[in-house]
């Protein structure tokens, strides 16, 4: 195998397709990547795999002999990465080949450089979907969901549903929905030509958050324009961008009855401009409690007026107030100021309403432009 190419182009492609390399592979192979190169198309792939997401891209070079191996993709990179701007030789003698391993020579302007790889034949393939649903998505709507509902998904492994987005979708629009327990983010984005987008029943699959965020990192360098291919079977997903392909499990079990935990009806209602209430959330936040995170919001009606404050035994106490309109009787009701600043952050609008019943009961954030979103947040209770 030999090819050339520019050294940026190398190195972006492999910085891609490494986050899908194992930080404990399993097998030694899994810790390298895929390198296929094909003399025909002039085109190199590259694939990385830790058995459960598998990234591949391909890229144009000057092929000169077609061939496979795997190279280690951690050595690799640390290479690539700090080579000059220029182009870069790979050649892989065949004849070489001692057993599994290969040795793969890199010669670049600055120097020449040999590292240890193994055969292909080693590698696992990646899953492909022969029968399964096929569901084409602009990148805009998947995109502008991600952004408003990954965060809200949960880190806890125990509860494995939770660590994914619940995706939806029907002919109209995708909904995106996140959840740890604690806070829930609802978010519906509208298919404006329903015939590209060739959802005709309406579907739905839990996708695992780091799968989403590989996702969200291939969409940030690609055109709006674009269109994602979705396919879908009982195990397993398959995003297609162009030469790009994102392949993971997704995951099993009923996602919760989220609509049920949303209310319909509220006492309370707060409109505030959101990036004022994010910044004194994010200065009274230093002096929160390290143990609970906790931030008291003050709603007084006759003031117009809402008070933030925050108090911690070992650090001191800080407070803000700030106008808001506001209808419903004055109250006093405490949240993580963590799970508020994340929302704000993924709400898209210049101001947000706050919608809530009594203290210990749900309270809804929501954007009065822009984008349909429900930031659902359970309050912590106030100890007197």
């Known amino acids: ?161 939770l660590t994914g987005v619940h995706l939806t979708g029907t002919p109209d629009n995708l909904e995106f929905a996140a959840t740890d327990g604690h806070r829930l983010s609802v978010v519906q984005t509208p298919l404006e030509d329903a015939e590209t987008s060739n959802i005709t029943q309406g579907f739905g699959v839990t996708i695992p958050a780091r799968t989403l965020r590989e996702l969200e990192r291939i969409l940030s360098v690609n055109q709006t324009t674009d269109l994602v291919t979705l396919r879908v079977d009982e195990g397993q997903i398959i995003f297609e961008l ?25 006492e309370r209602s707060v409109t505030l401009e959101r990036k004022r209430l994010l910044s004194s959330l994010e200065r009274v936040a230093v002096l929160a409690d390290q143990k609970n995170n906790l931030v008291k919001f003050s709603l007084n009606g006759d003031k117009g007026q809402l008070t933030l404050s925050v108090e911690s035994p070992d650090l001191g106490s800080a407070k803000e107030s700030m106008p808001a309109e506001m209808s419903g009787d004055d109250t006093d009701i405490a949240f993580n100021v963590k799970y508020l600043m994340d929302g704000l952050k993924a709400l898209p609008a210049t101001h947000v309403q706050m919608q809530l019943n009594e203290s210990t009961q749900p309270v809804i954030f929501s954007p009065l432009d822009g984008l349909k979103m429900t930031y659902l947040v359970m309050p912590v209770q106030i100890r007197s």
Request: proline share 5%.
């Open 1 to 161: 195998m030999k090819f050339t190419c520019a050294q940026n182009e190398l190195n972006t492609n492999l910085s891609l397709v490494s986050r899908a390399v194992p930080s404990r592979p399993t097998h030694p192979v899994l810790a390298n990547v895929l390198f296929v190169a094909d003399e025909e198309k002039g085109e190199i792939s590259l694939t990385a795999f830790d058995l459960s997401l598998g990234i591949k891209t391909s890229f144009q070079a000057t092929v000169s002999e077609s061939g496979t191996v795997t190279l280690p993709a951690k050595l690799l990179t640390d290479i690539v990465s700090r080579l000059s701007d220029g182009e870069i030789t790979l050649f892989v003698d065949e004849q070489d080949n001692a057993e599994e391993q290969t040795l793969a020579t890199l010669t670049s302007i600055s120097g020449r450089f040999q590292l240890r790889g193994m055969q292909a034949t080693e590698f696992p393939q990646l899953p492909s979907i022969e029968d399964g649903e096929i569901i084409i998505l602009p990148i805009t709507a998947l995109t502008e969901g991600l952004k408003a509902s990954l965060f809200a998904a949960s880190t806890d492994e125990t509860k494995q549903v």
């Open 242 to 266: 162009g030469d790009q392909k994102l392949t993971s499990r997704k995951l099993e079990g009923a996602y919760p009855a989220y609509q049920q935990l949303i209310p319909k009806k509220f």
